[in-house]
Protein backbone atom coordinates (compact mmCIF):
# COMPACT_ATOMS: atom_id res chain seq x y z
CA UNK A 1 0.00 0.00 0.00
CA UNK A 2 1.59 3.46 -0.92
CA UNK A 3 1.82 5.64 1.67
CA UNK A 4 1.31 9.33 1.96
CA UNK A 5 2.83 11.03 -0.87
CA UNK A 6 3.72 15.01 -0.95
CA UNK A 7 5.23 16.98 -3.97
CA UNK A 8 7.36 19.09 -4.12
CA UNK A 9 10.69 17.18 -1.99
CA UNK A 10 12.16 20.63 -2.05
CA UNK A 11 11.33 24.00 -2.93
CA UNK A 12 13.12 27.66 -2.90
CA UNK A 13 10.95 30.65 -2.99
CA UNK A 14 11.54 34.59 -2.31
CA UNK A 15 9.75 36.49 0.05
CA UNK A 16 6.35 37.67 -0.93
CA UNK A 17 6.16 34.89 -3.03
CA UNK A 18 3.02 32.31 -2.46
CA UNK A 19 3.64 28.42 -2.91
CA UNK A 20 1.37 25.24 -3.07
CA UNK A 21 2.07 22.35 -1.80
CA UNK A 22 0.29 18.97 -2.48
CA UNK A 23 -0.30 15.57 -0.63
CA UNK A 24 -2.00 12.42 -1.57
CA UNK A 25 -2.97 10.30 1.39
CA UNK A 26 -3.27 6.96 1.74
CA UNK A 27 -5.55 4.78 0.22
CA UNK A 28 -8.86 4.79 2.12
CA UNK A 29 -7.67 7.71 4.31
CA UNK A 30 -10.01 10.57 4.25
CA UNK A 31 -9.16 13.04 7.00
CA UNK A 32 -5.57 14.59 5.92
CA UNK A 33 -3.75 17.02 8.18
CA UNK A 34 -0.77 19.64 7.67
CA UNK A 35 2.21 20.56 9.96
CA UNK A 36 4.81 22.74 10.09
CA UNK A 37 7.82 21.49 11.84
CA UNK A 38 11.14 23.85 12.50
CA UNK A 39 14.07 23.29 14.80
CA UNK A 40 12.97 25.67 17.46
CA UNK A 41 8.94 25.26 17.36
CA UNK A 42 9.02 21.65 16.76
CA UNK A 43 6.15 20.00 14.96
CA UNK A 44 2.80 22.37 15.08
CA UNK A 45 -0.58 21.61 13.65
CA UNK A 46 -1.70 23.58 10.66
CA UNK A 47 -5.39 22.10 9.68
CA UNK A 48 -7.23 19.29 9.20
CA UNK A 49 -9.35 17.97 6.56
CA UNK A 50 -12.28 15.48 6.51
CA UNK A 51 -14.57 14.77 3.17
CA UNK A 52 -13.24 18.68 1.60
CA UNK A 53 -14.48 19.97 5.15
CA UNK A 54 -11.95 22.19 7.36
CA UNK A 55 -12.86 20.42 10.46
CA UNK A 56 -9.62 22.06 12.62
CA UNK A 57 -7.32 25.07 12.46
CA UNK A 58 -3.95 25.56 14.40
CA UNK A 59 -2.39 29.13 15.43
CA UNK A 60 -1.41 30.30 12.32
CA UNK A 61 -2.12 33.43 10.38
CA UNK A 62 -4.37 33.43 7.50
CA UNK A 63 -1.44 33.54 4.77
CA UNK A 64 -1.67 29.92 5.73
CA UNK A 65 -4.48 27.83 3.68
CA UNK A 66 -5.83 24.58 2.48
CA UNK A 67 -8.43 22.48 0.79
CA UNK A 68 -9.48 19.23 -0.02
CA UNK A 69 -10.75 17.49 -3.25
CA UNK A 70 -13.42 14.43 -3.92
CA UNK A 71 -10.73 11.81 -3.78
CA UNK A 72 -9.17 13.38 -0.20
CA UNK A 73 -6.30 14.99 -2.11
CA UNK A 74 -5.10 17.80 -0.52
CA UNK A 75 -3.17 21.25 -1.03
CA UNK A 76 -1.96 23.51 1.34
CA UNK A 77 -1.14 27.40 -0.19
CA UNK A 78 0.94 29.60 1.69
CA UNK A 79 0.88 33.34 0.41
CA UNK A 80 2.98 36.47 1.03
CA UNK A 81 5.83 34.07 2.14
CA UNK A 82 7.81 35.30 5.18
CA UNK A 83 11.89 33.93 5.87
CA UNK A 84 10.45 32.56 9.22
CA UNK A 85 8.01 30.02 6.80
CA UNK A 86 10.95 28.49 6.14
CA UNK A 87 10.56 24.64 7.09
CA UNK A 88 9.39 21.31 6.79
CA UNK A 89 5.65 21.00 5.96
CA UNK A 90 4.72 17.30 6.74
CA UNK A 91 1.17 16.30 5.54
CA UNK A 92 -0.37 12.79 7.40
CA UNK A 93 -3.34 10.87 6.74
CA UNK A 94 -5.56 8.76 8.99
CA UNK A 95 -8.42 6.27 8.22
CA UNK A 96 -10.66 6.73 11.13
CA UNK A 97 -10.99 8.79 14.19
CA UNK A 98 -9.24 6.76 16.83
CA UNK A 99 -6.47 5.50 14.60
CA UNK A 100 -3.34 6.84 14.08
CA UNK A 101 -1.69 9.39 12.01
CA UNK A 102 0.87 8.37 9.16
CA UNK A 103 3.48 11.12 7.67
CA UNK A 104 4.66 11.93 4.37
CA UNK A 105 8.15 12.66 3.99
CA UNK A 106 7.04 16.45 3.92
CA UNK A 107 8.31 19.14 1.33
CA UNK A 108 11.30 21.26 2.76
CA UNK A 109 10.53 25.12 1.87
CA UNK A 110 13.24 27.31 1.83
CA UNK A 111 12.67 31.13 1.73
CA UNK A 112 15.11 33.34 0.95
CA UNK B 1 -2.67 25.57 27.59
CA UNK B 2 -2.09 22.05 26.41
CA UNK B 3 1.94 21.07 26.84
CA UNK B 4 3.15 17.93 26.26
CA UNK B 5 7.06 17.72 27.36
CA UNK B 6 9.49 15.03 26.78
CA UNK B 7 13.09 14.45 28.92
CA UNK B 8 15.65 13.80 27.80
CA UNK B 9 16.43 16.52 24.84
CA UNK B 10 19.22 13.96 23.62
CA UNK B 11 20.89 10.87 24.85
CA UNK B 12 23.71 9.20 23.72
CA UNK B 13 24.34 4.92 24.38
CA UNK B 14 26.18 2.29 23.36
CA UNK B 15 24.71 -0.52 21.11
CA UNK B 16 23.41 -3.45 23.63
CA UNK B 17 22.15 -1.01 25.90
CA UNK B 18 18.62 -0.36 27.37
CA UNK B 19 17.08 3.10 27.07
CA UNK B 20 14.27 5.02 28.54
CA UNK B 21 12.31 7.94 27.36
CA UNK B 22 9.75 10.05 28.67
CA UNK B 23 6.56 12.08 28.12
CA UNK B 24 4.76 13.71 30.13
CA UNK B 25 1.59 15.81 29.39
CA UNK B 26 -0.71 18.59 30.59
CA UNK B 27 -4.05 18.23 28.32
CA UNK B 28 -7.71 18.89 28.88
CA UNK B 29 -9.94 15.63 27.83
CA UNK B 30 -6.76 13.47 27.26
CA UNK B 31 -7.79 11.04 24.03
CA UNK B 32 -4.40 8.98 23.52
CA UNK B 33 -0.60 9.56 23.28
CA UNK B 34 1.19 8.60 20.10
CA UNK B 35 5.34 7.74 19.76
CA UNK B 36 7.06 8.12 16.12
CA UNK B 37 10.42 7.73 15.36
CA UNK B 38 11.53 10.43 12.79
CA UNK B 39 14.85 9.15 10.87
CA UNK B 40 15.04 11.87 8.02
CA UNK B 41 12.06 13.16 7.01
CA UNK B 42 8.72 11.45 7.58
CA UNK B 43 7.94 10.88 11.50
CA UNK B 44 6.89 6.91 11.24
CA UNK B 45 4.67 5.67 13.59
CA UNK B 46 5.57 3.21 16.51
CA UNK B 47 2.37 3.07 19.47
CA UNK B 48 -1.06 4.11 20.20
CA UNK B 49 -2.04 4.42 23.69
CA UNK B 50 -5.53 5.31 25.38
CA UNK B 51 -7.20 4.49 28.25
CA UNK B 52 -8.44 1.05 26.74
CA UNK B 53 -4.72 -0.08 25.68
CA UNK B 54 -2.76 1.36 27.87
CA UNK B 55 0.96 -0.76 27.46
CA UNK B 56 2.28 -1.79 23.92
CA UNK B 57 4.89 -4.09 22.95
CA UNK B 58 7.08 -4.59 19.65
CA UNK B 59 9.91 -6.97 19.75
CA UNK B 60 12.53 -4.42 21.68
CA UNK B 61 10.24 -1.52 21.75
CA UNK B 62 7.42 -1.16 24.34
CA UNK B 63 5.51 1.62 25.58
CA UNK B 64 3.53 2.30 28.70
CA UNK B 65 0.99 5.21 29.64
CA UNK B 66 0.38 6.22 33.11
CA UNK B 67 -2.77 8.28 33.17
CA UNK B 68 -2.61 9.09 37.01
CA UNK B 69 1.00 10.32 36.40
CA UNK B 70 -0.15 12.21 33.31
CA UNK B 71 3.05 10.41 31.52
CA UNK B 72 4.22 7.74 29.47
CA UNK B 73 7.50 5.88 28.74
CA UNK B 74 9.08 4.17 25.39
CA UNK B 75 11.93 1.75 26.58
CA UNK B 76 14.30 0.35 23.97
CA UNK B 77 15.96 -2.58 24.84
CA UNK B 78 19.22 -4.36 23.33
CA UNK B 79 19.79 -1.17 21.07
CA UNK B 80 21.40 -0.96 18.21
CA UNK B 81 22.56 1.47 15.93
CA UNK B 82 19.95 1.62 13.18
CA UNK B 83 17.74 3.03 16.48
CA UNK B 84 19.06 6.18 16.22
CA UNK B 85 16.85 8.78 15.58
CA UNK B 86 14.29 11.75 17.00
CA UNK B 87 11.19 10.23 19.53
CA UNK B 88 8.20 12.32 19.36
CA UNK B 89 5.29 11.87 21.74
CA UNK B 90 2.52 13.59 20.68
CA UNK B 91 -0.90 13.65 22.60
CA UNK B 92 -4.28 14.13 20.97
CA UNK B 93 -6.77 15.63 23.82
CA UNK B 94 -10.86 17.18 23.19
CA UNK B 95 -10.10 20.47 22.75
CA UNK B 96 -7.80 20.15 20.23
CA UNK B 97 -10.07 18.91 17.72
CA UNK B 98 -8.05 16.03 16.17
CA UNK B 99 -5.16 17.66 15.84
CA UNK B 100 -2.00 16.30 18.10
CA UNK B 101 0.30 18.21 20.41
CA UNK B 102 3.96 17.50 19.86
CA UNK B 103 6.72 17.39 22.22
CA UNK B 104 10.47 18.77 20.97
CA UNK B 105 11.42 15.20 21.03
CA UNK B 106 14.56 13.07 22.21
CA UNK B 107 17.64 12.79 20.20
CA UNK B 108 18.94 9.10 20.34
CA UNK B 109 22.36 8.62 19.62
CA UNK B 110 23.42 4.77 19.50
CA UNK B 111 27.19 4.23 19.22
CA UNK B 112 28.76 1.16 17.78
Known amino acids: KAGVTQTPRYLIKTRGQQVTLSCSPI?????VSWYQQTPGQGLQFLFE???????NKGNFPGRFSGRQFSNSRSEMNVSTLELGDSALYLC???????????FGNGTRLTVT | EDKVVQSPLSLVVHEGDTVTLNCSYE??????LLWYKQEKKAPTFLFML????IEKKSGRLSSILDKKELSSILNITATQTGDSAIYLC????????????FGKGTSLLVTP
Open chain 1, 92 to 102: ASKRVINSPLH
Open chain 1, 27 to 31: SGHRS
Open chain 1, 49 to 55: YFSETQR
Open chain 2, 27 to 32: VTNFRS
Open chain 2, 50 to 53: TSSG
Open chain 2, 90 to 101: AVEAGNSGYALN
